[in-house]
């Protein structure tokens, strides 16, 4: 019997690997690192680098006082919001990437790492981004249901509230808008820059990973609470899970990292909206008790009018939902 050219006899001597490995050929791949231990190390590492280097940012830019000051430094603390996210996320992801890869950031194959370069249609990006605005009522209750269960049956309100009232006072002071031109840097610093960095990291890089280590629906719930937790917001870190769910299940559904960047970008910029819109609501017209009942700190999930409002938000993102499934069948080849 003849003997098999050589190269077929070194591939039939090669033990079994499981195609998670195969495609690329950069470092962690042919070192074999396990992607979902690789994920959960970088992720630990940066939250780290970016707490500790946003502070440093921070402190540079606009001075130790800023960190306790009530107002004041607010174009240097947007610079120093925008260069963390850039440089403890941004950059590290397409770092890491070209770790599996072996290719550089921004060659094809990196990026279809990334599943960026796959286009959805203007429909999905359209109904995924709806779908995401029309949730914020039943995020927002839920969330108010939160705070009822962890302040009056587990009793960790006192220890959550100043956690929450921090993170408040920096959200207000980032989006405090005096001119149009700040409004411009509001947008960029809070709305466009997290949602392109945070969604590079998540649902391009830790989810890629994670959906190569196991199935699919498994991998979009995990990665959904990781994103939840990583915010380290306790008082609102349910409503964050499932708006983490949310935007990995766009990823996984459309194959395309541009559908959750999109929909987190109107998450963001409507929400920005909102709270811009209570601190000018006499220019606009806004009533004080509606604006009394929007910023209120106080849960409320008993009213006719917080149901009544979570339960026509959920029937209305369904409806989106089902519009949204069906773009996307009817782009796929």
């Known amino acids: 019997m003849e003997a098999p050219p050589p190269s077929e006899s070194k591939e039939s001597e090669k033990p079994p690997s ?6 690329y050929a950069g470092y962690f791949e042919r070192e074999q690192f396990s992607p979902v231990l690789v994920s959960l190390a970088a992720l630990f590492v940066l939250l780290f680098l970016y707490q500790i280097g946003g502070a440093i940012f921070t402190i540079a830019l606009a001075g130790v006082e800023s960190l306790t000051a009530p107002t004041g430094h607010e174009g240097a603390m947007r610079a120093a919001q925008v260069l963390s996210q850039i440089v403890f996320l941004a950059i590290p992801t397409l770092i890491l990437v070209s770790l599996h890869t072996g290719r550089k950031p921004f060659s094809a194959i990196s990026m279809e790492f990334l ?3 796959a286009t959805p249609s203007i429909h999905t990006l359209l109904y995924s981004s709806l779908a995401i605005v029309v949730m914020s009522p039943f995020l927002s209750y839920v969330g108010d249901l939160q705070l009822v269960i962890m302040n009056d049956a587990l009793g960790w309100g006192d220890a959550i509230r100043p956690l929450y009232a921090q993170y408040k006072a920096l959200l207000e002071r980032l989006t405090l808008v005096r001119t149009p ?14 949602a392109i960095c945070e969604e590079l990291l998540f649902r391009g890089y830790v989810q890629r990973n994670f959906q190569r280590a196991m199935p699919s629906r498994r991998a979009v719930v995990v990665v959904g609470v990781l994103f939840g937790l990583y915010h380290l917001n306790p008082a609102q ?4 899970i499932l708006l983490g769910v949310y935007l990995s299940y766009l990823r996984a559904s459309s194959g395309s ?9 109107a998450n963001n910029f409507f929400s920005v909206l909102g709270l811009i819109a209570i601190r000018h609501k006499e220019q606009l017209g806004i009533s004080d008790e509606l604006a009394k009942r929007l910023q209120s700190d106080e849960p409320d999930i008993a009213s006719p009018e917080a149901i009544g409002a979570m339960l026509i938000s959920l029937l209305v993102t369904a409806g989106l939902l089902w519009l949204y499934r069906r773009s996307v069948a009817a782009s796929s080849p």
């Open 18 to 23: 499981s195609p998670v490995f195969l495609p």
């Open 115 to 117: 599943a960026w370069r």
């Open 181 to 194: 031109l700040e409004f411009v840097a509001v947008v960029g610093v809070v709305v466009l820059t997290p």
């Open 237 to 240: 870190v349910i409503p964050l």
């Open 257 to 265: 990292l541009l559908v959750p960047i999109v929909a987190h970008f």
